[in-house]
Protein backbone atom coordinates (compact mmCIF):
# COMPACT_ATOMS: atom_id res chain seq x y z
CA UNK A 1 0.00 0.00 0.00
CA UNK A 2 1.52 3.13 -0.89
CA UNK A 3 2.79 5.82 1.84
CA UNK A 4 -0.24 8.84 2.32
CA UNK A 5 0.68 11.98 0.43
CA UNK A 6 0.99 14.77 2.76
CA UNK A 7 1.43 18.68 2.29
CA UNK A 8 3.83 20.26 4.64
CA UNK A 9 3.78 23.60 5.37
CA UNK A 10 6.92 25.53 5.54
CA UNK A 11 7.56 28.68 7.20
CA UNK A 12 10.48 30.24 5.10
CA UNK A 13 10.67 33.98 6.78
CA UNK A 14 9.42 37.11 8.52
CA UNK A 15 7.93 39.97 7.25
CA UNK A 16 9.69 42.14 9.68
CA UNK A 17 11.38 41.67 12.83
CA UNK A 18 8.08 42.12 14.98
CA UNK A 19 6.34 39.56 12.62
CA UNK A 20 9.85 36.93 13.48
CA UNK A 21 8.76 37.65 17.31
CA UNK A 22 5.43 37.06 17.28
CA UNK A 23 5.49 34.00 15.11
CA UNK A 24 8.67 32.15 17.27
CA UNK A 25 6.29 33.38 20.49
CA UNK A 26 3.32 31.19 19.15
CA UNK A 27 5.79 28.30 18.50
CA UNK A 28 7.25 28.38 21.93
CA UNK A 29 10.34 29.18 20.46
CA UNK A 30 11.02 32.95 21.49
CA UNK A 31 13.09 32.21 24.42
CA UNK A 32 14.92 28.86 23.41
CA UNK A 33 15.99 28.95 19.95
CA UNK A 34 19.81 29.01 19.77
CA UNK A 35 20.06 28.99 15.92
CA UNK A 36 17.56 29.64 13.35
CA UNK A 37 17.03 27.08 10.75
CA UNK A 38 16.53 28.21 6.95
CA UNK A 39 12.74 26.94 7.54
CA UNK A 40 10.33 25.59 10.04
CA UNK A 41 8.26 22.78 9.22
CA UNK A 42 5.15 23.63 11.15
CA UNK A 43 2.18 21.56 9.63
CA UNK A 44 1.91 17.94 8.18
CA UNK A 45 -1.90 17.89 6.37
CA UNK A 46 -3.64 15.18 4.60
CA UNK A 47 -4.91 17.95 1.80
CA UNK A 48 -4.02 20.93 0.19
CA UNK A 49 -7.18 22.78 1.64
CA UNK A 50 -6.35 21.98 5.03
CA UNK A 51 -2.60 23.01 4.46
CA UNK A 52 -3.52 26.36 2.67
CA UNK A 53 -6.06 26.95 6.07
CA UNK A 54 -2.41 26.57 8.14
CA UNK A 55 -0.94 28.79 5.16
CA UNK A 56 -3.28 31.45 6.16
CA UNK A 57 -3.13 30.84 9.45
CA UNK A 58 0.67 31.62 10.01
CA UNK A 59 0.97 34.50 7.35
CA UNK A 60 -1.99 36.50 9.59
CA UNK A 61 0.97 36.51 12.13
CA UNK A 62 3.68 38.16 9.71
CA UNK A 63 4.89 35.04 8.07
CA UNK A 64 6.39 34.20 4.70
CA UNK A 65 4.57 30.69 4.23
CA UNK A 66 5.07 28.00 1.37
CA UNK A 67 3.09 24.55 1.13
CA UNK A 68 5.43 21.67 -0.43
CA UNK A 69 3.53 18.86 -2.13
CA UNK A 70 3.90 15.67 -2.12
CA UNK A 71 6.70 13.83 -3.30
CA UNK A 72 6.56 13.20 -7.02
CA UNK A 73 9.41 12.55 -9.59
CA UNK A 74 10.95 15.37 -10.86
CA UNK A 75 10.32 16.05 -14.91
CA UNK A 76 12.90 15.02 -17.10
CA UNK A 77 15.16 17.03 -18.69
CA UNK A 78 13.80 17.83 -22.28
CA UNK A 79 15.79 16.31 -25.11
CA UNK A 80 18.31 18.89 -26.35
CA UNK A 81 21.23 20.66 -25.35
CA UNK A 82 21.62 23.81 -23.79
CA UNK A 83 22.83 26.31 -25.71
CA UNK A 84 25.14 29.05 -24.34
CA UNK A 85 23.05 31.94 -25.68
CA UNK A 86 20.14 30.90 -23.96
CA UNK A 87 21.71 29.33 -20.59
CA UNK A 88 23.15 33.64 -20.71
CA UNK A 89 19.54 34.67 -21.41
CA UNK A 90 17.81 33.06 -18.94
CA UNK A 91 20.32 34.63 -16.29
CA UNK A 92 20.42 38.07 -17.61
CA UNK A 93 16.41 37.21 -17.80
CA UNK A 94 16.08 36.63 -13.90
CA UNK A 95 18.65 39.10 -12.98
CA UNK A 96 16.62 42.10 -14.95
CA UNK A 97 13.87 40.87 -13.10
CA UNK A 98 14.67 41.02 -9.56
CA UNK A 99 16.05 44.17 -10.38
CA UNK A 100 12.89 45.98 -12.12
CA UNK A 101 10.80 47.78 -9.54
CA UNK A 102 8.81 49.11 -13.32
CA UNK A 103 7.55 45.28 -13.17
CA UNK A 104 7.07 42.63 -15.45
CA UNK A 105 7.40 44.30 -18.81
CA UNK A 106 10.26 46.42 -18.63
CA UNK A 107 12.71 43.56 -18.54
CA UNK A 108 11.01 40.36 -20.39
CA UNK A 109 11.05 42.02 -24.07
CA UNK A 110 15.06 43.22 -23.02
CA UNK A 111 17.18 39.90 -23.43
CA UNK A 112 17.93 38.10 -26.64
CA UNK A 113 16.07 34.85 -26.52
CA UNK A 114 17.38 31.80 -28.27
CA UNK A 115 15.78 28.26 -28.93
CA UNK A 116 17.34 25.85 -27.18
CA UNK A 117 17.50 21.87 -27.26
CA UNK A 118 18.09 22.75 -31.09
CA UNK A 119 19.07 19.18 -32.42
CA UNK A 120 20.24 18.17 -35.99
CA UNK A 121 19.05 14.35 -36.32
CA UNK A 122 21.78 12.56 -38.97
CA UNK A 123 20.88 12.45 -42.29
CA UNK A 124 20.38 8.49 -41.97
CA UNK A 125 19.50 6.20 -39.03
CA UNK A 126 21.61 2.93 -37.38
CA UNK A 127 19.51 -0.30 -38.32
CA UNK A 128 17.62 -0.49 -35.15
CA UNK A 129 16.17 3.63 -36.09
CA UNK A 130 17.23 4.54 -32.25
CA UNK A 131 19.44 8.19 -32.17
CA UNK A 132 21.37 8.85 -28.81
CA UNK A 133 22.34 11.86 -27.69
CA UNK A 134 23.89 13.58 -24.97
CA UNK A 135 22.06 16.84 -23.41
CA UNK A 136 24.24 19.51 -22.23
CA UNK A 137 22.63 21.03 -19.19
CA UNK A 138 23.77 24.33 -17.40
CA UNK A 139 25.03 21.86 -14.46
CA UNK A 140 28.22 20.15 -14.87
CA UNK A 141 27.04 16.95 -13.56
CA UNK A 142 27.23 14.18 -16.46
CA UNK A 143 23.81 14.69 -17.59
CA UNK A 144 21.80 11.56 -18.86
CA UNK A 145 21.68 9.48 -21.74
CA UNK A 146 18.52 10.44 -24.14
CA UNK A 147 17.16 8.65 -27.41
CA UNK A 148 14.80 9.79 -29.95
CA UNK A 149 13.76 7.07 -32.30
CA UNK A 150 12.31 8.26 -35.79
CA UNK A 151 10.23 5.05 -37.54
CA UNK A 152 12.65 2.87 -39.85
CA UNK A 153 10.29 3.33 -42.96
CA UNK A 154 10.24 4.63 -46.13
CA UNK A 155 10.52 8.12 -44.65
CA UNK A 156 12.44 8.24 -41.97
CA UNK A 157 15.30 9.25 -44.14
CA UNK A 158 13.70 12.22 -45.65
CA UNK A 159 12.52 13.42 -42.15
CA UNK A 160 15.81 13.63 -40.84
CA UNK A 161 16.83 15.51 -43.76
CA UNK A 162 13.77 17.91 -42.96
CA UNK A 163 14.56 18.19 -39.64
CA UNK A 164 18.13 19.25 -40.14
CA UNK A 165 17.47 21.69 -42.61
CA UNK A 166 14.93 23.15 -40.16
CA UNK A 167 17.67 23.19 -37.81
CA UNK A 168 19.80 25.16 -40.44
CA UNK A 169 16.90 27.91 -40.83
CA UNK A 170 16.47 28.41 -36.95
CA UNK A 171 19.81 28.94 -36.64
CA UNK A 172 19.80 31.75 -39.11
CA UNK A 173 16.78 32.91 -37.06
CA UNK A 174 14.15 32.20 -40.28
CA UNK A 175 11.45 30.81 -38.07
CA UNK A 176 8.95 30.70 -40.53
CA UNK A 177 11.22 27.97 -43.03
CA UNK A 178 12.53 26.13 -39.85
CA UNK A 179 9.01 25.76 -38.63
CA UNK A 180 7.52 24.52 -42.21
CA UNK A 181 10.27 22.19 -42.73
CA UNK A 182 10.11 21.12 -39.10
CA UNK A 183 5.77 20.44 -39.43
CA UNK A 184 6.73 18.52 -42.44
CA UNK A 185 9.44 16.29 -40.39
CA UNK A 186 6.87 15.78 -38.13
CA UNK A 187 4.22 14.37 -40.11
CA UNK A 188 6.59 11.99 -41.89
CA UNK A 189 7.57 10.82 -37.98
CA UNK A 190 5.19 11.62 -35.98
CA UNK A 191 7.02 9.28 -33.05
CA UNK A 192 10.05 11.59 -33.37
CA UNK A 193 10.56 13.26 -30.06
CA UNK A 194 13.37 14.99 -30.70
CA UNK A 195 11.68 16.26 -34.53
CA UNK A 196 8.71 17.48 -32.09
CA UNK A 197 11.05 19.49 -29.78
CA UNK A 198 12.74 20.79 -32.48
CA UNK A 199 10.27 22.04 -33.61
CA UNK A 200 8.43 23.28 -30.22
CA UNK A 201 12.24 25.42 -29.80
CA UNK A 202 11.81 26.82 -33.24
CA UNK A 203 7.89 28.32 -32.20
CA UNK A 204 9.41 29.18 -28.66
CA UNK A 205 11.88 31.66 -30.82
CA UNK A 206 9.58 32.95 -33.67
CA UNK A 207 7.11 33.53 -30.64
CA UNK A 208 9.94 35.42 -28.64
CA UNK A 209 11.01 37.30 -31.60
CA UNK A 210 7.64 38.48 -32.67
CA UNK A 211 6.68 39.74 -29.19
CA UNK A 212 9.77 41.68 -29.37
CA UNK A 213 8.97 43.30 -32.38
CA UNK A 214 5.21 44.15 -31.35
CA UNK A 215 3.74 41.43 -33.16
CA UNK A 216 1.33 40.29 -29.86
CA UNK A 217 -0.84 38.56 -31.91
CA UNK A 218 1.73 35.60 -33.88
CA UNK A 219 3.36 35.52 -30.85
CA UNK A 220 0.45 34.14 -28.98
CA UNK A 221 -0.03 31.89 -31.91
CA UNK A 222 3.12 30.59 -32.18
CA UNK A 223 3.72 30.19 -28.71
CA UNK A 224 0.04 28.13 -27.89
CA UNK A 225 1.57 25.92 -30.81
CA UNK A 226 4.51 25.21 -29.19
CA UNK A 227 2.38 24.43 -25.79
CA UNK A 228 0.39 22.24 -27.82
CA UNK A 229 3.70 19.78 -27.77
CA UNK A 230 4.22 19.09 -24.54
CA UNK A 231 4.98 20.74 -21.14
CA UNK A 232 7.84 23.34 -21.11
CA UNK A 233 8.54 25.91 -18.50
CA UNK A 234 9.51 28.57 -20.71
CA UNK A 235 7.02 27.97 -23.46
CA UNK A 236 4.31 28.75 -20.48
CA UNK A 237 6.59 31.37 -19.47
CA UNK A 238 6.79 32.92 -22.45
CA UNK A 239 3.17 32.56 -23.50
CA UNK A 240 2.09 34.08 -20.04
CA UNK A 241 4.00 37.24 -21.30
CA UNK A 242 2.27 37.82 -24.76
CA UNK A 243 -0.97 37.39 -22.57
CA UNK A 244 -0.02 40.40 -20.57
CA UNK A 245 1.23 42.28 -23.30
CA UNK A 246 -2.19 42.10 -24.64
CA UNK A 247 -3.34 43.03 -21.62
CA UNK A 248 -5.28 39.82 -20.23
CA UNK A 249 -3.89 39.41 -16.85
CA UNK A 250 -6.23 36.79 -16.87
CA UNK A 251 -4.86 34.62 -19.41
CA UNK A 252 -1.52 35.26 -18.18
CA UNK A 253 -1.71 34.19 -14.76
CA UNK A 254 -3.79 30.89 -16.41
CA UNK A 255 -0.78 30.70 -18.29
CA UNK A 256 2.41 30.72 -15.19
CA UNK A 257 0.05 28.67 -13.19
CA UNK A 258 -0.46 25.96 -15.64
CA UNK A 259 3.47 25.81 -16.02
CA UNK A 260 3.45 25.63 -12.56
CA UNK A 261 1.19 22.71 -12.28
CA UNK A 262 3.98 20.76 -14.18
CA UNK A 263 6.88 22.49 -12.75
CA UNK A 264 6.10 23.40 -9.33
CA UNK A 265 9.36 25.20 -8.09
CA UNK A 266 10.25 26.84 -11.89
CA UNK A 267 11.59 30.31 -10.13
CA UNK A 268 10.83 32.24 -13.50
CA UNK A 269 7.52 31.27 -13.05
CA UNK A 270 7.08 32.28 -9.60
CA UNK A 271 9.05 35.43 -10.22
CA UNK A 272 6.64 36.20 -12.71
CA UNK A 273 2.97 35.24 -10.87
CA UNK A 274 4.95 37.00 -8.05
CA UNK A 275 4.93 40.36 -9.71
CA UNK A 276 1.34 39.87 -10.96
CA UNK A 277 0.06 39.33 -7.64
CA UNK A 278 2.14 42.91 -6.45
CA UNK A 279 0.28 44.61 -9.85
CA UNK A 280 -3.00 43.69 -8.50
CA UNK A 281 -2.11 44.94 -5.30
CA UNK A 282 -2.01 41.51 -3.71
CA UNK A 283 0.94 41.63 -1.47
CA UNK A 284 0.57 38.84 0.58
CA UNK A 285 0.18 36.57 -2.20
CA UNK A 286 3.02 38.17 -4.20
CA UNK A 287 4.94 38.07 -1.00
CA UNK A 288 4.76 34.37 -1.16
CA UNK A 289 5.48 33.88 -4.36
CA UNK A 290 8.31 35.91 -4.24
CA UNK A 291 9.11 33.63 -1.13
CA UNK A 292 9.22 30.84 -3.05
CA UNK A 293 10.75 32.15 -6.35
CA UNK A 294 13.88 32.61 -3.91
CA UNK A 295 13.91 29.31 -2.09
CA UNK A 296 14.06 27.75 -5.86
CA UNK A 297 16.96 30.15 -6.25
CA UNK A 298 16.64 33.55 -7.63
CA UNK A 299 17.99 35.81 -4.69
CA UNK A 300 19.51 39.09 -4.94
CA UNK A 301 19.61 42.49 -3.30
CA UNK A 302 16.88 43.78 -5.68
CA UNK A 303 14.52 40.39 -4.33
CA UNK A 304 15.40 40.87 -1.03
CA UNK A 305 15.10 44.85 -1.30
CA UNK A 306 11.19 43.92 -2.62
CA UNK A 307 10.26 41.29 0.01
CA UNK A 308 11.44 43.20 2.84
CA UNK A 309 9.66 46.33 1.04
CA UNK A 310 6.28 43.99 0.39
CA UNK A 311 6.50 42.91 4.20
CA UNK A 312 7.06 46.55 5.59
CA UNK A 313 3.87 47.80 3.67
CA UNK A 314 1.73 44.47 4.95
CA UNK A 315 2.75 45.23 8.40
CA UNK A 316 1.71 48.57 8.76
CA UNK A 317 -1.45 48.27 7.09
CA UNK A 318 -2.18 45.20 9.67
CA UNK A 319 -5.23 46.84 10.73
CA UNK A 320 -5.85 49.67 7.81
CA UNK A 321 -9.60 50.22 6.67
CA UNK A 322 -10.70 50.58 3.47
CA UNK A 323 -12.57 53.10 1.58
CA UNK A 324 -13.95 53.02 -1.59
CA UNK A 325 -15.88 55.56 -4.01
CA UNK A 326 -16.62 55.25 -7.63
CA UNK A 327 -12.86 55.34 -8.56
CA UNK A 328 -10.63 55.21 -5.62
CA UNK A 329 -9.98 52.27 -2.94
CA UNK A 330 -7.95 53.87 0.15
CA UNK A 331 -6.78 52.21 2.46
CA UNK A 332 -5.84 54.31 6.29
CA UNK A 333 -5.61 53.98 9.14
CA UNK A 334 -8.45 53.50 12.07
CA UNK A 335 -8.10 56.53 13.25
CA UNK A 336 -7.72 58.71 10.78
CA UNK A 337 -10.51 61.11 10.81
CA UNK A 338 -13.27 60.64 8.23
CA UNK A 339 -13.22 64.30 7.34
CA UNK A 340 -9.28 63.61 5.96
CA UNK A 341 -10.33 60.99 4.04
CA UNK A 342 -13.32 63.01 2.55
CA UNK A 343 -10.46 65.54 1.86
CA UNK A 344 -8.38 63.10 -0.11
CA UNK A 345 -10.51 62.04 -2.26
CA UNK A 346 -12.31 64.79 -3.28
CA UNK A 347 -9.01 66.05 -4.24
CA UNK A 348 -7.97 62.74 -6.05
CA UNK A 349 -11.12 62.98 -7.82
CA UNK A 350 -10.52 66.34 -8.67
CA UNK A 351 -6.77 65.23 -10.44
CA UNK A 352 -8.54 63.18 -12.42
CA UNK A 353 -10.87 65.64 -14.02
CA UNK A 354 -8.00 67.12 -14.39
CA UNK A 355 -6.38 64.42 -16.20
CA UNK A 356 -9.19 64.00 -18.42
CA UNK A 357 -9.41 68.04 -19.19
CA UNK A 358 -5.90 67.38 -20.39
CA UNK A 359 -5.37 64.07 -21.95
CA UNK A 360 -8.62 62.75 -22.69
CA UNK A 361 -8.13 59.96 -20.67
CA UNK A 362 -7.30 58.69 -16.96
CA UNK A 363 -5.87 55.62 -15.06
CA UNK A 364 -8.68 52.56 -15.28
CA UNK A 365 -10.68 52.65 -12.20
CA UNK A 366 -10.15 51.43 -9.18
CA UNK A 367 -6.94 53.20 -8.25
CA UNK A 368 -5.34 52.21 -4.73
CA UNK A 369 -4.11 55.05 -2.94
CA UNK A 370 -2.62 54.25 0.64
CA UNK A 371 -2.15 56.87 3.56
CA UNK A 372 0.25 56.83 6.30
CA UNK A 373 1.27 58.80 9.52
CA UNK A 374 3.89 60.92 8.31
CA UNK A 375 6.27 59.68 10.41
CA UNK A 376 5.19 55.83 9.27
CA UNK A 377 5.48 57.55 5.26
CA UNK A 378 9.26 57.58 4.82
CA UNK A 379 9.70 54.45 6.84
CA UNK A 380 7.61 52.32 5.06
CA UNK A 381 8.34 53.85 1.32
CA UNK A 382 12.29 53.93 2.17
CA UNK A 383 11.53 57.56 0.22
CA UNK A 384 13.67 60.24 0.49
CA UNK A 385 12.81 63.29 2.80
CA UNK A 386 11.58 65.52 -0.24
CA UNK A 387 9.13 62.74 -1.49
CA UNK A 388 6.02 63.95 -1.02
CA UNK A 389 4.34 60.73 -2.63
CA UNK A 390 5.52 57.83 -4.16
CA UNK A 391 3.57 55.31 -6.36
CA UNK A 392 4.66 51.72 -6.51
CA UNK A 393 1.94 50.34 -8.80
CA UNK A 394 -0.68 52.38 -6.11
CA UNK A 395 -0.36 55.53 -5.00
CA UNK A 396 0.81 55.89 -0.76
CA UNK A 397 0.93 59.28 0.54
CA UNK A 398 1.69 60.90 4.25
CA UNK A 399 -1.38 62.65 5.59
CA UNK A 400 0.15 64.21 8.80
CA UNK A 401 -1.99 67.35 9.06
CA UNK A 402 -3.68 67.46 5.89
CA UNK A 403 -6.48 70.53 5.83
CA UNK A 404 -7.15 73.18 3.98
CA UNK A 405 -4.40 75.09 4.19
CA UNK A 406 -2.46 72.80 1.91
CA UNK A 407 -4.95 72.10 -0.25
CA UNK A 408 -2.93 73.33 -3.62
CA UNK A 409 0.02 70.71 -2.34
CA UNK A 410 -2.62 67.87 -2.52
CA UNK A 411 -4.06 68.84 -5.61
CA UNK A 412 -0.37 68.82 -7.36
CA UNK A 413 0.77 65.33 -5.24
CA UNK A 414 -2.42 64.00 -6.46
CA UNK A 415 -2.00 64.84 -10.34
CA UNK A 416 1.31 63.68 -10.08
CA UNK A 417 0.85 60.26 -8.67
CA UNK A 418 -2.67 59.99 -11.03
CA UNK A 419 0.07 60.70 -14.09
CA UNK A 420 2.10 58.27 -12.98
CA UNK A 421 -0.40 55.45 -12.68
CA UNK A 422 -1.71 56.58 -16.35
CA UNK A 423 1.98 56.35 -17.66
CA UNK A 424 2.40 52.69 -16.06
CA UNK A 425 -0.48 51.63 -17.43
CA UNK A 426 -0.23 52.59 -20.95
CA UNK A 427 3.36 51.72 -20.93
CA UNK A 428 3.12 48.64 -19.17
CA UNK A 429 5.81 49.86 -16.86
CA UNK A 430 7.94 50.18 -19.84
CA UNK A 431 8.38 54.32 -19.88
CA UNK A 432 11.78 55.79 -18.63
CA UNK A 433 12.29 57.75 -15.44
CA UNK A 434 12.80 61.20 -17.61
CA UNK A 435 9.16 60.15 -19.53
CA UNK A 436 7.85 59.29 -16.35
CA UNK A 437 8.71 61.88 -14.41
CA UNK A 438 8.69 64.61 -17.05
CA UNK A 439 5.03 63.53 -17.50
CA UNK A 440 4.13 63.12 -14.08
CA UNK A 441 4.90 66.76 -13.43
CA UNK A 442 3.14 68.33 -16.53
CA UNK A 443 0.31 67.15 -15.15
CA UNK A 444 0.68 69.04 -12.05
CA UNK A 445 0.54 71.94 -14.05
CA UNK A 446 -2.87 74.44 -14.12
CA UNK A 447 -1.71 75.49 -17.25
CA UNK A 448 1.14 74.25 -19.68
CA UNK A 449 4.71 75.15 -19.31
CA UNK A 450 4.50 77.43 -16.27
CA UNK A 451 6.63 76.35 -14.76
CA UNK A 452 9.52 76.62 -17.41
CA UNK A 453 11.35 79.13 -15.77
CA UNK A 454 11.82 77.29 -12.82
CA UNK A 455 13.10 74.64 -14.89
CA UNK A 456 15.73 76.40 -17.15
CA UNK A 457 17.30 77.62 -13.82
CA UNK A 458 16.90 74.13 -12.23
CA UNK A 459 19.05 72.42 -14.86
CA UNK A 460 21.67 74.94 -15.15
CA UNK A 461 22.17 75.00 -11.52
CA UNK A 462 23.60 71.21 -12.18
CA UNK A 463 24.25 71.35 -16.30
CA UNK A 464 25.62 67.69 -16.05
CA UNK A 465 22.23 66.10 -15.60
CA UNK A 466 21.31 65.51 -18.51
CA UNK A 467 18.26 63.43 -20.29
CA UNK A 468 20.71 60.42 -21.57
CA UNK A 469 22.22 60.04 -18.86
CA UNK A 470 19.78 60.32 -16.08
CA UNK A 471 19.09 56.79 -13.66
CA UNK A 472 16.35 54.21 -14.11
CA UNK A 473 14.92 56.17 -10.74
CA UNK A 474 15.42 59.56 -9.31
CA UNK A 475 15.07 58.05 -5.59
CA UNK A 476 18.90 57.57 -5.22
CA UNK A 477 19.78 61.56 -6.49
CA UNK A 478 20.63 64.08 -3.63
CA UNK A 479 18.25 66.89 -3.47
CA UNK A 480 19.89 69.48 -6.20
CA UNK A 481 20.63 66.41 -8.89
CA UNK A 482 17.06 65.44 -7.97
CA UNK A 483 15.49 69.25 -9.34
CA UNK A 484 18.26 69.19 -12.31
CA UNK A 485 16.75 65.77 -13.14
CA UNK A 486 13.16 66.89 -12.75
CA UNK A 487 13.64 69.85 -14.37
CA UNK A 488 15.41 68.11 -17.59
CA UNK A 489 12.70 65.70 -17.63
CA UNK A 490 10.23 68.33 -17.56
CA UNK A 491 11.27 70.50 -20.22
CA UNK A 492 11.97 67.31 -22.26
CA UNK A 493 7.56 66.39 -22.28
CA UNK A 494 6.69 70.09 -22.53
CA UNK A 495 9.18 70.65 -25.53
CA UNK A 496 7.32 66.77 -27.10
CA UNK A 497 3.97 68.36 -25.33
CA UNK A 498 3.86 71.92 -27.32
CA UNK A 499 5.19 70.76 -30.87
CA UNK A 500 3.31 67.69 -31.13
CA UNK A 501 0.01 68.17 -28.86
CA UNK A 502 -0.40 65.56 -25.95
CA UNK A 503 -2.20 62.83 -28.24
CA UNK A 504 1.49 62.04 -29.40
CA UNK A 505 2.14 61.48 -25.75
CA UNK A 506 -0.27 58.93 -25.49
CA UNK A 507 0.83 57.16 -28.76
CA UNK A 508 4.22 57.06 -27.69
CA UNK A 509 3.91 55.28 -24.22
CA UNK A 510 1.30 52.77 -26.36
CA UNK A 511 3.81 52.05 -28.81
CA UNK A 512 6.75 51.21 -26.03
CA UNK A 513 4.67 49.04 -24.56
CA UNK A 514 4.92 47.10 -27.66
CA UNK A 515 8.48 47.74 -28.55
CA UNK A 516 11.63 49.07 -27.48
CA UNK A 517 11.14 52.56 -26.59
CA UNK A 518 13.96 54.09 -28.94
CA UNK A 519 12.27 52.60 -32.02
CA UNK A 520 8.71 53.67 -30.26
CA UNK A 521 10.03 57.41 -29.75
CA UNK A 522 11.49 57.27 -33.91
CA UNK A 523 8.38 55.38 -35.08
CA UNK A 524 6.15 58.54 -33.02
CA UNK A 525 8.01 61.78 -33.98
CA UNK A 526 9.88 60.80 -36.58
CA UNK A 527 13.14 61.73 -34.40
CA UNK A 528 16.04 59.57 -33.00
CA UNK A 529 16.22 59.52 -29.29
CA UNK A 530 19.48 59.63 -28.87
CA UNK A 531 19.60 63.08 -30.59
CA UNK A 532 16.58 64.46 -29.16
CA UNK A 533 17.86 63.85 -25.75
CA UNK A 534 21.36 65.82 -26.55
CA UNK A 535 18.94 68.74 -26.04
CA UNK A 536 18.22 68.02 -22.42
Given at each position: ??????????????????????????????????????????????????????????RRL????????????????????????????????????I???????????????????????????????????????????????????????????E??????????????K????????????????????????????????????????G???????????????????Q???????????????????????????????????????????????????????????????????????????????????????????????????E???????????????????????????????????V??????????????D????????????????L??????????????????????????????????????????????????????????????????????????????????????????????????????????????????????????????????????
Amino acid sequence: MPPEERYEVHIVGFANDVARARVLEQLGLLENLQREPECFVVASCRSRDEAEQEQQRWRRLGAHVRIVAPASPSPAEPLGKETPPRSLARATLRALAIGSLAGVAAWWLGERAMPRGVWKLPGKVDASGSLSHRASPDKTSDPPVWATTIPNDIHSEEAARLNNEGVAAAERKEWMAAAKHLRAALRLAPAATGIQRNLQQVLLGWGVDALRSGDVGTAVDRLEEARRLGPDAQVFLWLGYAFQQQGDLGKAQAAWEAGLEQFPEQPDLLLALGELWEQRDQREKALDYFSRARAAGIDGPELQRKMERLGRELDAEWEYLLTRSARFDVRHPESEPSRTIEFVLANFEAAYDHLLQLLGVGPTPPISVVLYPKEQFHAVTQSPDWAGGVFSGRIQLPVGGLNEGNRLQLQRVARHELAHALVSEWSRRRAPAWLQEGMAMWCEDDHPGERSDWALSRRSADPSIRLADLPASFALLGPVEAEAAYASSYLAVLHLAEHYGPRKLLELLRASAQQDFSTAFRETFGQDLKDFAEAF
